[in-house]
């Protein structure tokens, strides 16, 4: 059973960060690539980040790069999203997500966190 944990969702001011983070099994993270996606109201659900599960080879959306960053920690099984100069456009609910087979095919995924970005 494949478990995903986020946190460190919430409301933030334009321009202001946040760091998201995703809790998983030690094996889980050697098994899978893990990556996150966001889904906003109204909206197509769209692959922000990826990192894979042996080389740790990252790889960023057009629309987040340079503003966000996935890393793993492997010695406390977790993952995080650190999210920079965030925008209105950011907002949506945020999932982590661990596939077996590449990044954006995903098989598990957490239960969410929302992000808000608004004055």
């Known amino acids: 059973q494949v478990q995903l944990v986020e946190s460190g969702g919430g409301l933030v001011q334009p321009g202001g960060s946040l760091r998201l983070s995703c809790a998983a099994s030690?094996?889980?993270?050697?098994?899978?690539?893990i990556g996150w996606f966001r889904q906003a109201p109204g909206k197509e659900r769209e692959g922000v980040a990826c990192?894979?599960?042996?080389?740790?080879?990252?790889t960023h959306a057009a629309s987040v790069k340079g503003r966000f960053t996935i890393s793993k920690d492997n010695a406390n099984n977790m993952v995080y999203l650190q999210m920079n100069n965030l925008q209105p456009e950011d907002t949506a609910v945020y999932y982590c997500?661990?596939?077996?087979?590449?990044?954006?095919?995903?098989?598990?995924w957490g239960q969410g966190t929302q992000v808000t970005v608004s004055a």
């Open positions: 997500a661990a596939g077996s087979k590449r990044c954006g095919d995903y098989d598990y």
């Open positions: 030690a094996s889980t993270l050697r098994t899978y690539h």
């Open positions: 990192i894979t599960k042996i080389y740790g080879i990252t």
